[in-house]
């Protein structure tokens, strides 16, 4: 199962970095290969070309020294540069893979699980920057202190 701990902005302008950055769990034990992520439109239509930055990325565990067991055995995966070129309302379909090397055929991507994230709206013009909430900016402030995850900083 992936989960999103960090929803991405509620609204953005077209062409501008999304801030918060897309962040999903998985429990260690589900040995995804990796996570991948696609614009949806209002219609649920996937539409290609016109999301960009770190479409696919895999998985890997808060390094905390002082982490508990429960923290361990999940795996965190940051998307932070997603951007969407065209304004609209869309949500972003977030797809956990696992490889099959067993199919005749040859190696194949399998989507083991996948969930949506909230609705984004995406304007031509700019837009206030939003604020995580309390939970999602102590997972922000961890993944960028002892990750190594590539979390950007609030835009000013």
């Known amino acids: 199962m992936v989960t999103v701990e960090v929803q991405p902005p509620t609204q953005v302008q077209a062409g501008a970095i999304m801030y918060p950055p897309l ?30 930055g770190t479409l696919s990325t895999s998985g890997k565990p808060l390094d905390e020294r002082s982490a ?14 997603l951007i969407v070129s065209y304004a609209g309302t869309y949500s972003l379909q977030v797809s956990a893979i696992r490889m099959d090397y067993s199919s005749p055929d040859g190696a194949m991507a399998v ?10 709206i995406v304007y031509d013009q700019s837009v206030a920057a939003e604020i995580p909430s309390p939970d ?11 990750g190594g995850f590539g979390i950007p900083r609030a835009p000013r």
Do not use: C, H, K
């Open 23 to 52: 962040v999903v769990s998985s429990d260690i034990g589900d040995a995804y290969d990796f996570v991948q992520v696609a614009l949806v439109d209002s219609y649920g239509r996937v539409l290609e070309d016109q999301l960009y």
């Open 68 to 81: 508990s067991r429960s923290t361990r055995s999940t795996e965190y995966s940051v998307f932070p540069d």
């Open 111 to 120: 989507i083991a699980a996948s969930t949506m994230t909230t609705q984004i």
């Open 136 to 146: 999602e900016q102590t997972l922000l402030r961890r993944l960028r202190r002892n």
